[in-house]
């Protein structure tokens, strides 16, 4: 609070009590009191004024900046109400208690709806454990019918798992703490599994994968990380060119490991290479070849965040795109 | 025979598992009745324990700490949960795999061979491959006939091994393709060619250049 803050908000008392002062030195004249009396009159006046008025404007300086300070030093912002000491004038009292039951009524809103959405994503991992059963069933199924049925159907399949575990991991990604799990990590094997869960998929758009020096070991939470390169293939083989190649290769940097997702394929345009990884974000390739969601990369980006994952990305049009990671030096986590 | 116990109270899973495993040449104990099932494998003695850890109305992992003082066959946990916590729970449990739902049947038949063999209940894994004349041992990577070797690369010797497991029996290209895909080999369809073209200049290098034979439109028959 400034003092022209100040002024403005207390011009109208300000002006009153100045005009009153005046009319009544008016009065003091017409009735005969002495200039010299008078002036010491209104000189007594005018200091009673600036005392008051002084000391009003450094006890609101003072309070705002303490109020200020307690806000600053809260997580939870909105629990201010509950935390801030009560004011002593009446009128602030009520503004102020007011203000408390709209932030109780808010509290109340906030872990509502954090319990609806902790009940909503048990629903989902319940969900999920529970369509697994079926899909099993279907696959067991499948292994009785011949040849080329057979393997139309278990891609379908595939698909829909997919699909399933995309929709796990979205919930799962809301609060990572209670399934990230860093453990020491084959590079090797984490290629192979998620290579393994989209093979009908991979096989089926006639890609070709090539795994060159994939022994490193890494610190990481595996099931993320086979999630995560997991989408990295299924790009690699929805947005594929013609012979497609994909080759999946680590290297060392420094006391870290890189995993780099190479392909082949039609590659992203330059002027929307930044986007790549906002939600809901298609691109011209997607809007092209349609059934694309724009969640497979953001959910990459999200994920990469909890595991301490570097994620780069860089591709040229009609030659392919390079996705990669960069795995955590065991210290630093 | 082998005999493998399923504890899995999804019936459909239960009864296709059971069907699989026997065509594989397994015994298949499926258990129906989930009371008592310590003392059921007491009885039956199964060389090896498949444990869905979802049981309902039950903890998978204190029935496997009881299944354990009961028997000394293998336990491979099956579960839908894919929770890194369980799978180390289930291994500290003395758990001798751990395998999530949904699993490809390539992929548990391997982990329940690899685990049989582990404890010493399996057969030892085959190193040769004898048929029609050709002789292919695994290990070495290398096949003779008419006192003639050759040197087979990695997909050469698992194309190869495959036509011979399935000899006489047409092998189609996708059927080949998918072995490969099992064995870490992830190739294409061109690929195949090359490698099928190479694998028969070697054949012919030791004297039997019509081994594998092509049949338009279904695959390859050795």
Redesign the interface.
Known sequence: MTPGEYLSDRSVRITLQLIGAGLAALFLLATGTQPGVLIILLIAFLLIFLIVHLFDFFRLRSRLLELETILEGLDQKYLFAECAPPPGGLYERKLFDLTRRAGRAMTGAVSDAQARQREYREYVERW???I??????A???C?ELD??TR?KLTAE?AQI?ANIERALFYARAQNPEQ?C?F?QADLGKIA?QA??NH?AL??QS??????EHLNGVVYT???WAVFLLGQLLQNAARYRGT??VITLFSKPLGKQIQLVVEDNGIGIPAHELPRVFDRGFTGSNGRARGGSTGMGLYLCRKLAGFLELGLHITSEEGKGTAVTLTFPAKESL | MQKIMIIEDDPAIREELALILENEGYASLPVTDFDGIPEQAMRERPDLILLDIGLPGRDGFSLCAALRKAVAAPVIFVTSRDAGVDEVRALSLGGDDYITKPYSVPVLLARIKAVLRRTGAGPEPVDVLETGGLRLSLTKGAVSANGKTAELTRNELQILSCLMIHAGQIVSRADLIDTLWDHQIYIDDNTLSVNMTRLRGKLADIGLPDAVKTRRGMGYQL
């Open positions: 999920v454990h529970e697994k059963a079926p899909i099993t069933a696959r067991l199924i292994r040849g080329e393997r399949l798992e399934d799990l453990r192979a290579i393994e093979r991979l096989i006639g890609v070709r994968v090539e795994t939470d595996e099931k012979a497609p």
